[in-house]
């Protein structure tokens, strides 16, 4: 069967170039390695947060934004500086980060409802930045959590994909795992790779390579939209920039096995350029999962402002390495740092009472009640006494929490769970107590203690993300908790550098003719739309704005 489109990879990306063929009239082949069960890709397991700008839920709250506001901000965190010269690696890049911000400003709430995802009211404050007006950070709330979390934004396409099929429209080719791409006259023709044997693993767990057959599929239009390199740490460590220090030796992993970069050889080999391969971003705030999905299965917790954040040694981490400000400037601080670089680790000590308003947990099947789009389990969850289900399980079952009611003891605790004892409980009293202090005024010059009660200001923050301000050692907050925290790795953002049509560039900025790419594949647009950082809320949005950019263009292509 002859095909207008292929697209590789049956992720959020895929999906919604798949839907914009269809509508227009296309026959698409949707081809992925795993099994069916797998649709919706890594987007079916994120928190479902949605980056968006002067937004009605923003405004309910109180929040004053703008594109220019939102703009300073991406800019001043992307810090594009490959610019210069001849093809210049980030020239793309920033004409989609300026085209998304515009998007995220405009129709994309629109957009959104239209093709049926939905949002709570909630808009959290998520990477509050270095402390520069116009260095890295949101100046302002624009975390908006879509009803059903992750599945709530990549199940309306998923679903109508599945109608699609039904309808004959759509072709899913399954367990078929793209090799090569079909070059010819140098245009991109097709697909050919290796026929997987069957495999009913569950959605997200790693499922066999074993061969059975070869396949060919032909189409004047080719999309990759395989996604990034997490799910393989050995390419992540031969990528990881020198600017971040050494890699770790553990890491734990917040992406499927199948998220392991191979379309970006693929893509390379047919005549792709790749750029940005050094750009990457993976959090540190990773816990293992007590109930594993994939292989390495981590977690990342969503941090309110108020934890205690110690490095290996029991030293407080420098601002702006403090929860929920700058990812990659705390991952530079831990694998810079001379004595630290022996060590994978860092904690979070905390109370009781924080741990309740304060930690989330990233991922569709860690907020069952956003996940459900039950509103009452939510006011419930979030408004009511207690923590989640999900971070009380991980309290009780997770290996790296640990739970006492005197410092010294839950020192003790924290360093059973190291090779050899590295805490000195002084030390760490200290740097508790030092905090502590901070905390008997509304004013302080405590850096993280003044932006715990700037957080407090915002109502969103007060209702239900910001615990009362209150000392670690004060015995009614209590039990006291730690929680060892690991490098988890997630997110590429470097990629195949693509137009503003989503149609991948040679290495002489000449358009590889049949090929186009979107998603993580793409850095998220361009090969790198987010720069060196992100302002959070922007991934899955990244990968909906580049896959509604490439179905539209290759549905023109094909109608030529």
């Given at each position: 069967?002859?095909?207008?489109?292929?697209?590789?990879?049956?992720?959020?990306?895929?999906?919604?170039?798949?839907?914009?063929?269809?509508?227009?009239?296309?026959?698409?082949?949707?081809?992925?390695?795993?099994?069916?069960?797998?649709?919706?890709?890594?987007?079916?397991?994120?928190?479902?947060?949605?980056?968006?700008?002067?937004?009605?839920?923003?405004?309910?709250?109180?929040?004053?934004?703008?594109?220019?506001?939102?703009?300073?901000?991406?800019?001043?965190?992307?810090?594009?500086?490959?610019?210069?010269?001849?093809?210049?690696?980030?020239?793309?890049?920033?004409?989609?980060?300026?085209?998304?911000?515009?998007?995220?400003?405009?129709?994309?709430?629109?957009?959104?409802?239209?093709?049926?995802?939905?949002?709570?009211?909630?808009?959290?404050?998520?990477?509050?930045?270095?402390?520069?007006?116009?260095?890295?950070?949101?100046?302002?709330?624009?975390?908006?959590?879509?009803?059903?979390?992750?599945?709530?934004?990549?199940?309306?396409?998923?679903?109508?994909?599945?109608?699609?099929?039904?309808?004959?429209?759509?072709?899913?080719?399954?367990?078929?795992?793209?090799?090569?791409?079909?070059?010819?006259?140098?245009?991109?023709?097709?697909?050919?790779?290796?026929?997987?044997?069957?495999?009913?693993?569950?959605?997200?767990?790693?499922?066999?390579?074993d061969a059975v057959g070869t396949f060919t599929l032909r189409a004047p239009a080719v999309l990759m939209a395989t996604g990034g390199l997490g799910g393989d740490h050995e390419r992540v460590r031969r990528a990881w920039p020198a600017r971040l220090g050494t890699p770790p030796r553990e890491m734990i992993t917040g992406v499927p096995a199948y998220v392991d970069g191979r379309g970006l050889d693929i893509a390379e080999a047919a005549g792709a350029r790749i750029v940005n391969r050094d750009r990457m971003w993976h959090y540190v705030e990773g816990v293992r999962n007590w109930r594993p999905i994939w292989p390495g299965h981590g977690i990342r917790i969503l941090p309110g402002p108020s934890s205690l954040w110690l490095d290996a040694l029991g030293r407080r981490l420098p601002f702006p390495a403090a929860p929920g400000y700058d990812t990659l400037a705390t991952l530079r601080h831990l694998r810079t740092t001379p004595d630290l670089v022996a060590h994978d680790h860092s904690w979070f000590i905390l109370t009781q009472a924080i741990l309740e308003k304060e930690f989330a947990l990233s991922g569709?099947?860690?907020?069952?009640?956003?996940?459900?789009?039950?509103?009452?389990?939510?006011?419930?969850?979030?408004?009511?006494?207690?923590?989640?289900?999900?971070?009380?399980?991980?309290?009780?079952?997770?290996?790296?929490?640990?739970?006492?009611?005197?410092?010294?003891?839950?020192?003790?605790?924290?360093?059973?769970?190291?090779?050899?004892?590295?805490?000195?409980?002084?030390?760490?009293?200290?740097?508790?107590?030092?905090?502590?202090?901070?905390?008997?005024?509304?004013?302080?010059?405590?850096?993280?203690?003044?932006?715990?009660?700037?957080?407090?200001?915002?109502?969103?923050?007060?209702?239900?993300?910001?615990?009362?301000?209150?000392?670690?050692?004060?015995?009614?907050?209590?039990?006291?908790?730690?929680?060892?925290?690991?490098?988890?790795?997630?997110?590429?953002?470097?990629?195949?550098?693509?137009?503003?049509?989503?149609?991948?560039?040679?290495?002489?900025?000449?358009?590889?003719?049949?090929?186009?790419?979107?998603?993580?594949?793409?850095?998220?647009?361009?090969?790198?739309?987010?720069?060196?950082?992100?302002?959070?809320?922007?991934?899955?949005?990244?990968?909906?704005?580049?896959?509604?950019?490439?179905?539209?263009?290759?549905?023109?292509?094909?109608?030529?």
């Amino acid at each position: 069967m002859e095909f207008d489109a292929v697209i590789v990879g049956a992720g959020l990306a895929g999906l919604v170039a798949a839907d914009e063929l269809v509508r227009a009239g296309r026959r698409v082949a949707l081809v992925d390695q795993e099994n069916a069960s797998n649709l919706g890709g890594q987007a079916y397991w994120s928190f479902g947060g949605l980056f968006l700008v002067d937004s009605p839920e923003q405004r309910r709250l109180g929040v004053r934004d703008s594109l220019d506001l939102a703009w300073s901000d991406w800019r001043g965190s992307a810090g594009w500086d490959r610019t210069e010269g001849i093809l210049p690696q980030d020239e793309w890049a920033a004409r989609w980060g300026r085209a998304y911000v515009e998007f995220a400003a405009g129709e994309k709430r629109a957009w959104l409802r239209q093709n049926g995802v939905r949002l709570t009211p909630m808009v959290g404050w998520a990477e509050r930045g270095d402390g520069r007006a116009g260095g890295h950070g949101n100046s302002v709330p624009r975390f908006h959590v879509a009803w059903g979390t992750g599945t709530g934004v990549s199940g309306p396409f998923a679903a109508r994909a599945l109608e699609a099929e039904r309808a004959g429209r759509l072709s899913r080719h399954t367990r078929c795992r793209v090799d090569d791409l079909i070059v010819e006259a140098g245009r991109v023709t097709g697909v050919s790779g290796t026929r997987l044997a069957p495999d009913a693993a569950p959605r997200g767990v790693a499922s066999s390579r074993d061969a059975v057959g070869t396949f060919t599929l032909r189409a004047p239009a080719v999309l990759m939209a395989t996604g990034g390199l997490g799910g393989d740490h050995e390419r992540v460590r031969r990528a990881w920039p020198a600017r971040l220090g050494t890699p770790p030796r553990e890491m734990i992993t917040g992406v499927p096995a199948y998220v392991d970069g191979r379309g970006l050889d693929i893509a390379e080999a047919a005549g792709a350029r790749i750029v940005n391969r050094d750009r990457m971003w993976h959090y540190v705030e990773g816990v293992r999962n007590w109930r594993p999905i994939w292989p390495g299965h981590g977690i990342r917790i969503l941090p309110g402002p108020s934890s205690l954040w110690l490095d290996a040694l029991g030293r407080r981490l420098p601002f702006p390495a403090a929860p929920g400000y700058d990812t990659l400037a705390t991952l530079r601080h831990l694998r810079t740092t001379p004595d630290l670089v022996a060590h994978d680790h860092s904690w979070f000590i905390l109370t009781q009472a924080i741990l309740e308003k304060e930690f989330a947990l990233s991922g569709s099947e860690q907020n069952g009640d956003i996940t459900s789009g039950n509103w009452i389990e939510v006011l419930k969850t979030r408004l009511g006494k207690g923590a989640s289900p999900e971070v009380e399980a991980f309290k009780r079952q997770g290996e790296d929490f640990v739970v006492a009611d005197d410092l010294e003891t839950l020192v003790e605790r924290m360093n059973a769970l190291t090779p050899t004892p590295l805490l000195v409980p002084q030390a760490v009293r200290d740097a508790v107590e030092a905090r502590d202090r901070q905390i008997a005024n509304p004013y302080a010059k405590d850096l993280q203690v003044q932006g715990i009660h700037n957080a407090r200001r915002y109502l969103g923050d007060r209702l239900a993300r910001v615990a009362r301000p209150h000392r670690i050692l004060d015995p009614s907050a209590g039990p006291l908790i730690a929680v060892k925290l690991h490098v988890v790795t997630r997110k590429s953002l470097g990629g195949v550098q693509t137009d503003l049509e989503s149609r991948a560039l040679r290495s002489d900025g000449s358009v590889l003719e049949g090929l186009y790419a979107a998603g993580e594949a793409a850095g998220f647009g361009g090969g790198g739309a987010h720069g060196y950082n992100a302002l959070e809320g922007t991934f899955l949005g990244g990968c909906l704005f580049t896959g509604r950019a490439a179905g539209r263009a290759m549905a023109g292509l094909s109608r030529a």
